[in-house]
């Protein structure tokens, strides 16, 4: 059974330029070459029907809810994103956009739909994904620690596989203990190509 991939990366004010840009496809300039740009019309948003700014949008999600008067620390985490997906087997038979569904359905349940600032899917990269933003507002307050707590974190890792296999998707868990380090796209792209290089030689090896 194909393994979920949940990880989440914590973005502060300087960071949401770059990720909007790469999340909506702003510019037909990307260094990432696993997008193919003349796919780029299938991505969707499952919270927003057009391009948002994400800056202003975060902000009015703090402000509808924070108590404080003081202003929001430079340094703070405004949105953690979360990266959903799967491996390509997965996809070759899934309704992926149940599965993304899904998988917002559970973080809108635990963290408060009102805290959801974007589900972005992209299909025009190698394997389809959600980019998934992530206010962390509790209590009036705006705390990342607190709302994505290690002890959380281990807990969405067991949660959110056994939610989706509720509602039908053949996925399970994957290797624990891999949450403690949560890598970025590119670092996770680059470990599964290692790995395909690595099967591949093993393989001709085999052969010889």
Same mark, same amino acid.
């Given at each position: 059974?194909? @393994?979920?991939?949940?990880?989440?990366?914590?973005?502060?004010?300087?960071?949401?330029?770059?990720?909007?840009?790469? $999340?909506?496809?702003?510019?037909?300039?990307?260094?990432?070459?696993?997008?193919?740009?003349?796919?780029?019309?299938? $991505?969707? %948003?499952? &919270? $927003?029907?057009?391009?948002?700014?994400?800056?202003?949008? +975060?902000?009015?999600? +703090?402000?509808?809810?924070?108590?404080?008067?003081?202003?929001?620390? @430079?340094?703070?985490?405004?949105? !953690?994103?979360? +990266?959903?997906?799967?491996?390509?087997?997965?996809?070759?038979?899934? !309704?992926?956009?149940?599965?993304?569904? !899904?998988?917002?359905?559970?973080?809108?349940?635990?963290?408060?739909?009102?805290?959801?600032?974007?589900?972005?899917?992209?299909? !025009?990269?190698?394997?389809?994904?959600?980019?998934?933003?992530? &206010?962390?507002?509790?209590?009036?307050?705006?705390?990342?620690?607190?709302?994505?707590?290690?002890?959380?974190?281990?807990?969405?890792?067991?949660?959110?596989?056994?939610?989706?296999?509720?509602?039908?998707?053949?996925?399970?868990?994957?290797?624990?203990?891999?949450?403690?380090?949560?890598?970025?796209?590119?670092?996770?792209? %680059? $470990?599964?190509?290692?790995? @395909?290089?690595?099967?591949?030689?093993?393989?001709?090896?085999?052969?010889?």
């Amino acid at each position: 059974m194909s @393994k979920i991939v949940a990880r989440m990366e914590k973005m502060k004010r300087e960071n949401l330029g770059g990720i909007q840009q790469h $999340n909506q496809r702003e510019t037909d300039n990307h260094s990432n070459k696993d997008i193919d740009i003349t796919r780029s019309y299938l $991505n969707y %948003d499952l &919270v $927003n029907t057009n391009g948002i700014n994400y800056r202003e949008k +975060i902000q009015e999600i +703090i402000d509808s809810q924070r108590v404080s008067k003081r202003a929001v620390r @430079k340094d703070a985490v405004l949105v !953690d994103e979360w +990266i959903i997906t799967s491996d390509r087997p997965f996809f070759e038979s899934a !309704d992926s956009k149940k599965f993304f569904q !899904d998988s917002l359905a559970y973080f809108s349940q635990r963290c408060g739909n009102q805290n959801i600032a974007y589900a972005t899917v992209h299909l !025009d990269e190698t394997t389809p994904h959600m980019h998934l933003g992530i &206010v962390p507002m509790t209590e009036g307050r705006l705390s990342s620690k607190q709302v994505f707590s290690r002890q959380s974190l281990k807990e969405i890792q067991d949660e959110l596989p056994r939610f989706l296999q509720e509602r039908g998707h053949a996925i399970e868990r994957g290797i624990k203990g891999s949450e403690q380090k949560h890598l970025t796209v590119e670092e996770y792209k %680059d $470990n599964q190509q290692a790995i @395909k290089k690595w099967i591949k030689s093993f393989s001709l090896k085999k052969m010889s």
